[in-house]
């Protein structure tokens, strides 16, 4: 009756046996290709062997402590990447590896690109190697407790004082004060800061500038500048993100960063040639979030597929007496086996992302700018979406694993806190979306005035509402039986049909909308442009998913021998299989969109929901298959539920042997600390008798 | 242009100046009732006088240091329970109000009830006195490593040794360690063991057992028994939820709770007459939890609404010149304003609840159990539905908030941390929706083989569906207007419409599903009954909400004063407002299910959409009124973000002042700790010179 602890080894050993596929074909996938893969095993195995790096208290400690043990960690982590010089990227995944939000995080992923991007050639000649070695150690400091991603309402001054040729960096207001700076805190020597630059009591706008911020000689913070960390937050345990004010703080002239904008010695304001090329950072970080999420999902779907493998509850299968596997429950599979399909769906999109935004650098550099609001409005749209997928998705499979999901042991929850950032920063998620929607429009009504306007790919659906639309609307889904749902056209076109009516609709809703209701005009059609975004972005997803799978592993290479060709089927059956589910998921979830203009019928409705269901029990097979893809360590995943060998309850009973109520906190013979002063009185009946006689 | 901290105070204030009604009218609904509200405002002075209970420091501690904080708290709570003689609810408030998860708080809302409902009447002579004065702490063992809920699963055993007249408790397994176990891990001398009853060989499935774990005279572990605190969980932080293992401990056979089954001297073993009287605990703790469910979006939606009126970003209003208010954003609205709507909805649903369990109770003490299924099942229904409607409208309210939702000061995340608990503790809730599920199936084919079956009021719709098929599946929503839908019978007509429909089909699947594929039968229908519960709950919210406030609320009482009157109808309507919020949310969320059989027309649909967006404008102006209904204390509270005056941003400026990294890990220089031994290296360079050259 009862899984002992060999049994859960068995139950997933009988999984690997039962996969269809060979899942270290699938690795690569996830970490950017078969060479870099190498790499960056290289760099876990690297931090793996360091005790610096070792995460087995991580559950136990509280802020204090967390910050304390990062700190060994910046340390170390510096003399590790000087000795081997690592590359950027191995740079990164040592980070990510570590798994911990180290203070010095944003070094290399915010501060350096802002000062790369913004800064002269001449102020990066004696800025860049400093930084780069850690000398200077820097934080990028914009948000304020009154104002974040809006750059215009910033109310942080930098004032031209001609006569000394100096800048005055300046906190007028409470609200002005910057908020959430990471590494300020307590630990950066130099921030770059936002601030409204103005000149002879004119205002130019929120301009960059580089602000020593504690002496390097002994660290103390420098003249002006109060400086707190802010205190505890969800996730981002270790980090010091900084609360700032400034005193009217004098930094020369040469330290605003004038790659773009410049300021002379007499205090001549001149703009940059291209004012849009100021923006290239948020569209890094998006993209890297999409990625991001991507591992996110995928480390939750590990924990959560191997765990619901391993714990068995319920019916008494007949065959074996044994209790039944949760992961055959469709009630399982429906908040687990998504996740997986998910971040497959999401890492195709990555990967098309990255490749757009390559070739808008690539463009870029020659010149040709025209990729810009792609880029800007694809990256925005997909972070928007891939993020909050990733948030509520591993929420959703925490929930499926059952009382231990609730212990920090699971490992389904520290690194979610931190992932729970994401939905909010680099753009709130629902504002992001009003950007997708106002460049679908705009997409709209050029396309109304004059139909050979130029659509990029993933827009070009929009004609089809532009044309006619009572043509449009007459539109059913060609779907006679439930097997023609899983004809990638079909299932493309009913997302492009839910979009493209989503747009006109929008478009209606907009002419409808007087400037006197409400916030007024835009800001009223907030809920249209959430629900048309999100459609837009599910149809990309869609798409990506579906070519990407089919570029990578529709193999038609004839010469494969006939054995080769079998495992390359069943792989590529095996990729598809999810690529239904993440398409069927999504269709079930949206139903109503795809319902309301009668779209879909009723009968097709009802095949959406058997063939998501089917998707469910096509995937579970390989389920486990899949979550050895993702290619996490047992270090990294730091679970007592999703280790590779699946003794989950072992796990569990073996961790607690760490947690300091066990070791500090009780004495050799079993007695907890503060017994004799808080508890014994009570059980010694010294705290007075007791009787109800409420006089309250 | 900014927002100044006295803009924050003015802008509340603004709010409350707006509000139709008088918010003090509506509190008495979310404490059952005057009187009671001031015996509870009473316990909550009682704390806040005490220093003992000061939650100041509350985001800054670790585990560790909460457990050990919450000690004192637990004496000092035993010695002004006695000293004043706190009536249970007077307890359990003062508990709840110390917002603190103390390791004795499960002794009077489980131990205690499980020891009156299972001990027999000599038993609690001897056991309830020192239980009730907290000289013996107990706790409730039934949760295993391997099992939760299911007792029949259990396997701990306690095997009857007919010779010394004792049971011997014993862990065989691993998996049959007991987890979970609050209190257990550090503090408790007593605990009632689910143990699997064996006599001479026989096994008698589980039952409870006192068994004492702890020295009374020094608080040692007793021979045979192995406990330790088994580590750090998502929320419950200061409780010691306990892993025990039993080597084959004897305790006397009078330490079997034997209210219902008995064991005699020679080892006989007698039934309890009613077996189902066993089951009661449950439903008392499920029910509690409808209300808990009702003050955590409470809770929630108070900080979100109030930090959503202060917080003024984007579009500059031209009559004011400020930016607006978040709050007036349909986005910000949609994520905040149906939280306190669902509020409102579960209270008044939890009032049913108890009333129907009170019915049935006093109906047990005469022997009529014919409520007992009805209560099961929509105290399941009703737990599984509210709980998660509570934890993810919290999470997304939370994320309305911008960046600051993400710091601890904004108190939206630790009491939701441990709110989570309740979504799978009591019943994991995808599996209640399955009893649910069974029950309305079983109605529905007692119906269709017998009319004249008994129907409670919540199930009497499901006979619309059993007289004739084709004619249930012709009707259509009646709404000739938008306005239509704001009829109550339209509205009830329609959910009504939904789960009868649902339950056909659920009926329909059964008969279709073999016992060959899949798991087999009833279990491939999870997501079926999944449907279907939320459907039936769905109905039964609405129902509940529309009876209350009517009752509550409309008032024909013709003798008031013409200026009541209008006051009466004021409230009447505000109230009205978020019902209507609260039924096309719900609508607009479930839309696919109305409209995937014709029931709502393309134009119906278009209408729900509608009128939920203009239940969002309704509710506005009087969300902060709303606010200020649910009677929160700013101490509770403890949010920088959601006080009652409305100063966010000076709240969260000043509690960085407690910060340890500030305070204790900074020196009088302002340097952190470890500045020389691991930053000092990095920034003068003593940790070697950079250059990638990756040899990886």
New interface residues.
Partial sequence: ?????DQQHVDIMAERAKCTFDPAVLTPLFYGGEENL??LK??EA?VDSDPVFNREDQ???????R??RA??M??RY??L????????D?SAHFRKYIDDYIPVNLQESMFLPVLQAQASDEQLQQWLPPA??????GCYAQ?E????S?LN?L?TTATFDVERDQWIIHSP?????K??IGSL???A?HAIVQAKLIIFGKDYGAHPFLVPVRS?R????LPGIMI????????AVSM?NG?ARFDNVRIPRENMLMRFSKVSRDGTFSKPPHPKLAYGGMTTVRTALISASAMAMARGATIATRYCAVRR???VQPATGL??QVL?????Q??VLPLISHAFATIFSADWMTELYAQYNSNASTGDISLLKDVHVYSSGLKSYCTKLGADGI?EAR??L????????SGM?DFHRQF??A???EG????LTQQVSRYLLKLYKDLLRDSKTHLSAPSRYIAQVTSSYSEFVSQRCQAQTLQDLYQPEVIIRAFQHRAARLIHELAEAEKRTSNGA???GW?????E??RLSKAHVQLIMVENFHTGLERHYNNNNNNSSSSNKEKELALLAAVRSLFYLHVFWTMETE??EF????YLS?QQ??WVRQAY?DSL?RVRPNAVGFSDAFGFSDTFLNSALGSYDGRA??R??A????????K???DE???????E?????????Q??????????
Same sequence: chains 1, 2.
């Avoid at 009756?1 to 602890?5: A, V």
């Avoid at 559950?59 to 402590?65: D, I, K, Q, S």
């Avoid at 207001?173 to 004060?177: K, L």
């Avoid at 002063?677 to 009946?685: A, F, W």
């Fill in positions: 009756m009862s899984s002992s602890i190498k790499r290289a760099v690297m559950y136990f400690l509280g802020r204090t402590e910050f304390k700190l060994p910046v340390k510096v003399e990447r000087n000795q081997h010089g690592l590359t950027p191995e780069q070695a850690f000398r200077h150690i948000t407790l009154g104002h974040g809006n309402n109310e207001t409470q609200s002005s004060a908020f959430w805190g307590k630990i020597t390097l002994d660290h103390t913070l707190k960390d802010q205190g505890p937050k969800q996730g010091d609360y509850q319920g019916t209790e039944t055959d429950y469709p009630s399982v429906s908040r929420e929930r499926a059952g009382g231990h999901g609730y212990s920090l042991f929850i729970l950032a939905v909010t920063y709130e998620n629902a504002l409400g916030v007024g800001s009223d059609l907030n809920l442009c959430m139903l109503a319902l309301e203009d009668g009723s409705a009802a269901k029990a309850y072992a569990l009973a961790m607690t042997e760490l947690e300091p109520l066990n500090d906190l009780t013979k079993g007695v907890i600390w503060g017994y002063e808080y508890l014994k009185p009570i059980i010694t009946g705290v007075g008798p007791f009787r109800v006689k409420s006089k309250l």
